[in-house]
């Protein structure tokens, strides 16, 4: 069975970059690893996923070692606006063949302070 | 492009009841996800379906049941009702991709359970 663990808590401040950690094992072989962003009372939203190596995008990076055992979110220069909090999301080993698991972090509540 | 969208927004049930959230996925998106997400559980994976088939099962009981129209429009339904499933249920749609993990969330059904 995946199983994720990522930080509970980081502070920042204003154009600082921000890297949080998910460390995932077990998990499916052939499928991305996703980061996700959730404001208070709001679904969670896609910021960036990868398969190996790095990843980027108008707003994140992704680092994903060869092992695919964790992989890094990087927010380059962040706002007050990026306070919120940021889950990884892998599918376990049996992703795919109908009774497969995804399994989300326990989230990274990021607060970022003037 | 309209968002995905969920109905009802809040929902008051007593324990014993039964209960159907409704969920339309942005047009085009064939794939529909389920999630719970509670203050002690954090986001946890339901079910996924795909053509109106069940793709991939998370560890919930059989309580927990869904089904996928023709449109790909979803409803999830917990018979049943126990206290802890007080909870937000999630509900996101993608294009389709085993192995893709870039899903839409709605804004979620809050359900309380008295």
């Known amino acids: 069975l995946a199983k994720t663990t990522q930080p509970i808590s980081m502070d920042s401040y204003e154009g600082q970059e921000v890297n949080i950690t998910c460390s995932h094992n077990?998990?499916?072989?052939?499928?991305?690893i996703t980061w996700y962003q959730q404001f208070p009372s709001q679904g969670p939203r896609f910021i960036i996923q990868?398969?190996?190596t790095k990843v980027t995008n108008e707003v994140a990076s992704l680092f994903i070692p060869a092992d695919r055992k964790s992989s890094t979110l990087s927010l380059p220069r962040v706002s007050l606006s990026d306070t919120a909090v940021y889950y990884c999301l892998v599918g376990d080993s049996n992703y795919g063949g109908s009774q497969g698991n995804l399994i989300f972090g326990k989230g990274t509540k990021l607060s970022v302070k003037p | 492009k309209a968002g995905v969208t969920q109905t009802p927004r809040y929902l008051i049930k007593t324990r014993g009841q039964q209960v159907t959230l409704s969920c339309s996925p942005i047009s085009g998106h064939r794939s529909v996800s389920w999630y719970q997400q509670t203050p002690g559980q954090g986001l946890q994976f339901l079910f996924e379906y795909f053509s109106e088939t069940q793709r991939n099962k998370g560890n919930f009981p059989g309580r927990f049941s869904g089904r996928q129209f023709s449109n790909s429009r979803s409803e999830m339904n917990v018979s049943t009702l126990e206290l802890g499933d007080s909870a937000l249920y999630l509900c996101?749609?993608?294009?389709?991709?085993?192995?893709?993990?870039?899903?839409?969330f709605g804004p979620g059904t809050r359900l309380t359970v008295t």
């Open positions: 996101a749609s993608s294009r389709a991709g085993t192995g893709d993990y870039e899903q839409y």
């Open positions: 077990n998990i499916a072989t052939n499928d991305y």
């Open positions: 990868g398969y190996k």
